[in-house]
């Protein structure tokens, strides 16, 4: 299985802490964010991850170099920062599968990866991984029919609700229907898009579910990881 990671943000809400390294190298407990996460991926049984990468880009390509764990790595490197829908478009061109998953690299999920590839196989469709959280002001709020997406309205909301949790599993050509873009947002071209044709049916994740975003989230990733990261190794 092949995965892109999303690590070029700058990470402005967390200049505050963290001043020389991009966001996902973040320590918690110890370890960078980021590596937390390639833990994960490995124990889950993913063979590539290819990792969008353009701020403070060489710290996280001197720290994982080519290969982690029984990961190979490669790197999608942005010139210019292109948006989510930009970086996802020129990681995917990295990809030899006819799927592959996105992850956030600010984000940590213990999703069940086998269900959503089962639920893909099913449903023949691309999968958003979503969650219901307590305030939906900060990621914008789903509307579904059934299980697929029928409406995505970007942190306008306030309240419980199901939130996109910025993981995908999709079809590695789907951006090809955005050949002429270079620089642009998934949240706002592609989901839209993607409702219409082919459609995006969600899967409901309903365990951790970790965003160090912001100075307050990334104090409580150490607690909420701790027992999690015991169990990775």
Same mark, same amino acid.
């Given at each position: 299985?092949?995965?892109?990671? &999303?690590?070029?943000?700058?990470?402005?809400? $967390?200049?505050?802490? !963290?001043?020389?390294? %991009? /966001? %996902?190298?973040?320590?918690?407990?110890?370890? %960078?964010?980021?590596?937390?996460?390639?833990?994960?991926?490995?124990? @889950?049984?993913?063979?590539?991850? !290819?990792? *969008? #990468?353009?701020?403070?880009?060489?710290?996280?390509?001197?720290?994982?170099?080519?290969?982690?764990?029984? $990961?190979?790595?490669?790197? @999608?490197?942005?010139?210019?920062?292109?948006?989510?829908?930009?970086?996802? /478009?020129?990681?995917?061109?990295?990809?030899?599968?006819?799927?592959?998953?996105?992850?956030?690299?600010?984000?940590?999920?213990?999703?069940? !990866?086998?269900?959503?590839?089962?639920?893909?196989?099913?449903?023949? &469709?691309?999968?958003?991984? @979503?969650?219901?959280?307590?305030?939906?002001?900060?990621?914008? @709020?789903? +509307?579904?029919? *059934?299980? /697929?997406? +029928?409406?995505?309205?970007?942190?306008?909301?306030?309240?419980?609700?199901?939130?996109?949790?910025?993981?995908?599993?999709?079809? +590695?050509?789907?951006?090809?229907?955005?050949?002429?873009?270079?620089?642009?947002?998934?949240?706002?071209?592609? !989901?839209?898009?993607?409702?219409?044709?082919?459609?995006? #049916?969600?899967?409901?994740?309903?365990?951790?579910?970790?965003?160090?975003?912001? %100075?307050?989230?990334?104090?409580?990733?150490?607690?909420?990881? /701790?027992?999690?990261?015991?169990?990775?190794?």
């Amino acid at each position: 299985m092949e995965a892109i990671i &999303l690590a070029g943000g700058i990470g402005s809400r $967390l200049r505050s802490i !963290i001043k020389d390294v %991009p /966001k %996902p190298m973040a320590l918690v407990e110890g370890k %960078p964010f980021l590596q937390i996460i390639l833990d994960n991926l490995n124990h @889950a049984g993913f063979t590539k991850v !290819i990792l *969008s #990468v353009g701020y403070l880009s060489d710290v996280i390509v001197g720290y994982f170099g080519d290969e982690y764990k029984k $990961l190979k790595i490669e790197y @999608a490197v942005e010139n210019k920062r292109l948006g989510t829908g930009g970086a996802i /478009k020129y990681a995917l061109q990295s990809c030899s599968d006819k799927y592959a998953f996105v992850f956030n690299g600010d984000t940590f999920l213990d999703i069940d !990866i086998k269900a959503v590839v089962e639920l893909k196989k099913v449903e023949n &469709l691309p999968i958003m991984v @979503a969650r219901y959280v307590d305030d939906v002001s900060r990621y914008g @709020a789903l +509307t579904l029919s *059934s299980n /697929k997406l +029928t409406k995505y309205r970007e942190k306008l909301d306030a309240g419980f609700g199901l939130i996109n949790a910025g993981c995908y599993y999709l079809p +590695t050509n789907i951006m090809s229907s955005f050949a002429d873009l270079d620089v642009f947002s998934f949240e706002e071209i592609c !989901i839209p898009a993607i409702i219409q044709n082919p459609g995006f #049916v969600v899967y409901k994740h309903d365990g951790l579910f970790i965003d160090i975003g912001i %100075p307050k989230d990334l104090a409580l990733a150490s607690k909420m990881l /701790k027992n999690h990261l015991s169990y990775l190794g």
